[in-house]
């Protein structure tokens, strides 16, 4: 803890805030709330869902989502120590913590402010979607966690108002954005926009996502997205089905293409990509891979072929310009700053090779920095990001405001205006392998090219 509030302070001097991890839904069953609850002590047994047969788990278990159902089953596991049943929503060793116990609050806003005593100014409210549960429901997303995450809030105003809060709500669009307010969390993940960039990549067309910027990309004031292409997870299509049905697209058949493509199944696909925690019940899957992996780069060189790396290249930077570009902070997972690669050999490490994530956990190699070549594609991806880095900070139309959505009469082209301080800018993202043509009345229209007495061009 020395350690980390020393790197605290040095981080700051730098202009770099720290993110950590705040665990909250639940506990490692090696913590000592665990241990003692395991021992006996029913004060710390209060702490978790304990139950001493089926009969509740089953009833529970009839309306709850599988998160990880390769594995096990259920959400339910037996600890031979207590003889109890444990809510375990996520791996056997995570107990959920029962906030439904007032000490359970008072114990973790204890946590909270310890590691803002330390100097971390954001905290990842880690599976906020899942901390509180109710018999009938799928125990996501109820009244409870919000009020509870305005509690932690509260609190952090009063004691470290410097605090903010990361949304981790990897839920319905619907849902993501009931998180995000001054009162809850500051900043949220935009998993919809990560999911829907992927989705445009492999159908060359842009409805969907154009759809979804113009309904739901809009936050409350103080609020901002966290915009991502890869973090260390799964990619899932969280797409709203109405959505898809409004422009066309039946959502089912749909998520089974996604899937099929970015695992490399369907016929003409440039991606490599693992399927994540298929459900056999449902049918439903998610994908991993790294960015250069699922755009191309890795079938490109296993071709040699120069045109085929190009296009990977190209559809890398394109996903970088718009979370770039489209308002937020824009997140950069590590490894894909550099275009690393798929790494398959986790698979020969016992404790790995049944989690298809590994194959985008790759460690750095800090000795030969892929950044330093610039003829080859991880230097160049890296130089590109410095250049759109400094576009980013040089454009100051990118400094805050809204983004309005322009239609381009061309459904292979995603276009938007960001507007702030008395400057404009318009965006166009070809999804498509191919030149595309706009026509020039379009872009007037949206701004560029000419002044206008209220936002004077970039």
């Given at each position: 803890?020395?350690?980390?509030?020393a790197l605290?302070?040095l981080?700051?001097?730098?202009?770099i805030?720290?993110?950590?991890?705040?665990?909250?839904n639940?506990?490692?069953?090696e913590?000592?709330?665990a241990l003692?609850?395991r021992?006996?002590?029913p004060?710390y047994q209060?702490?978790?869902y304990?139950?001493?047969d089926r009969?509740i788990?089953?009833?529970y278990?009839?309306?709850?989502?599988?998160?990880?159902?390769t594995?096990?089953?259920g959400?339910?596991?037996w600890?031979?120590?207590?003889?109890?049943?444990?809510?375990?929503?996520f791996n056997s060793?995570?107990?959920d913590l029962n906030?439904?116990?007032p000490?359970?609050f008072?114990?973790?806003?204890g946590?909270?402010?310890?590691?803002?005593?330390?100097?971390?100014?954001i905290?990842?409210?880690?599976?906020?979607?899942?901390?509180?549960?109710?018999?009938?429901?799928?125990?996501?997303?109820?009244p409870?966690?919000h009020l509870?995450?305005?509690?932690f809030?509260a609190?952090?105003?009063?004691?470290?108002?410097?605090?903010?809060?990361?949304?981790?709500?990897?839920?319905?669009p619907?849902?993501?954005?009931k998180?995000?307010?001054?009162?809850?969390c500051?900043?949220?993940?935009?998993?919809l926009?990560?999911?829907?960039?992927?989705?445009?990549?492999?159908?060359?067309?842009?409805?969907?996502?154009?759809?979804?910027?113009?309904?739901?990309?809009q936050?409350?004031?103080?609020?901002a997205w966290?915009n991502?292409?890869?973090?260390?997870d799964?990619?899932?299509?969280?797409?709203?089905?109405?959505?898809?049905r409004?422009?066309?697209?039946?959502?089912?058949?749909?998520?089974?293409?996604?899937n099929s493509?970015?695992?490399?199944?369907f016929?003409?696909s440039?991606?490599?990509g693992?399927?994540?925690?298929f459900?056999?019940?449902?049918g439903d899957?998610?994908?991993s891979?790294?960015?250069?992996s699922?755009a191309?780069l890795?079938?490109?060189?296993?071709?040699?072929?120069?045109?085929?790396i190009?296009l990977?290249l190209?559809?890398?930077l394109?996903?970088?310009?718009?979370?770039?570009?489209?308002?937020?902070?824009?997140l950069i997972?590590i490894?894909d700053?550099?275009?690393t690669?798929?790494d398959?050999r986790y698979?020969?490490?016992?404790?790995?090779?049944?989690?298809?994530?590994w194959?985008?956990?790759?460690?750095?190699?800090?000795?030969?920095?892929?950044?330093?070549?610039?003829?080859?594609p991880?230097?160049?991806?890296y130089?590109?990001?410095?250049?759109?880095?400094?576009?980013?900070?040089a454009?100051t139309a990118?400094?805050?405001g809204?983004?309005?959505?322009?239609?381009?009469?061309?459904a292979?082209v995603?276009?938007?205006?960001?507007?702030?301080?008395?400057?404009?800018?318009v965006?166009?993202?070809?999804?498509s392998?191919?030149?595309?043509?706009?026509?020039p009345?379009?872009?007037?229209?949206?701004?560029?090219?000419?002044?206008?007495?209220?936002?004077p061009?970039?």
């Amino acid at each position: 803890m020395e350690q980390l509030a020393a790197l605290c302070t040095l981080l700051r001097s730098e202009g770099i805030s720290l993110t950590v991890d705040f665990v909250f839904n639940h506990t490692s069953d090696e913590h000592e709330w665990a241990l003692r609850a395991r021992a006996g002590e029913p004060a710390y047994q209060r702490y978790y869902y304990l139950f001493p047969d089926r009969t509740i788990p089953d009833q529970y278990d009839r309306t709850l989502r599988e998160i990880f159902p390769t594995v096990r089953r259920g959400s339910f596991t037996w600890d031979e120590g207590m003889r109890r049943w444990v809510w375990t929503t996520f791996n056997s060793f995570q107990w959920d913590l029962n906030y439904s116990n007032p000490e359970v609050f008072r114990a973790m806003a204890g946590e909270m402010l310890f590691l803002a005593n330390q100097g971390v100014e954001i905290l990842r409210l880690d599976a906020v979607a899942f901390i509180w549960k109710r018999l009938g429901t799928d125990c996501e997303n109820q009244p409870e966690a919000h009020l509870l995450i305005q509690a932690f809030n509260a609190l952090a105003r009063i004691a470290a108002p410097s605090l903010l809060f990361l949304s981790e709500a990897i839920v319905h669009p619907d849902e993501v954005i009931k998180y995000v307010s001054v009162d809850e969390c500051q900043i949220s993940y935009n998993p919809l926009l990560m999911a829907l960039l992927w989705e445009a990549l492999a159908t060359r067309q842009v409805r969907l996502l154009s759809s979804s910027l113009r309904n739901r990309y809009q936050l409350p004031p103080g609020c901002a997205w966290l915009n991502y292409i890869r973090v260390h997870d799964d990619i899932g299509w969280t797409f709203d089905d109405e959505d898809a049905r409004r422009v066309g697209i039946d959502p089912y058949g749909h998520r089974r293409f996604l899937n099929s493509f970015y695992t490399g199944f369907f016929p003409g696909s440039f991606a490599r990509g693992l399927p994540f925690q298929f459900n056999p019940d449902t049918g439903d899957a998610r994908v991993s891979g790294t960015l250069a992996s699922l755009a191309g780069l890795e079938q490109a060189l296993e071709a040699g072929d120069d045109g085929l790396i190009d296009l990977a290249l190209k559809r890398i930077l394109l996903l970088y310009s718009v979370v770039m570009s489209a308002g937020g902070m824009p997140l950069i997972y590590i490894g894909d700053e550099v275009a690393t690669l798929n790494d398959y050999r986790y698979v020969d490490d016992p404790a790995k090779a049944d989690d298809s994530r590994w194959v985008h956990r790759v460690a750095s190699n800090w000795e030969n920095p892929a950044w330093r070549d610039m003829s080859r594609p991880g230097g160049y991806i890296y130089s590109e990001l410095l250049r759109l880095t400094s576009l980013r900070k040089a454009l100051t139309a990118l400094a805050g405001g809204d983004l309005e959505v322009v239609e381009t009469g061309n459904a292979q082209v995603l276009g938007y205006v960001r507007r702030a301080n008395g400057r404009q800018l318009v965006v166009l993202a070809n999804f498509s392998e191919r030149p595309q043509k706009i026509e020039p009345n379009t872009l007037r229209v949206a701004g560029a090219g000419y002044r206008s007495p209220t936002w004077p061009a970039v």
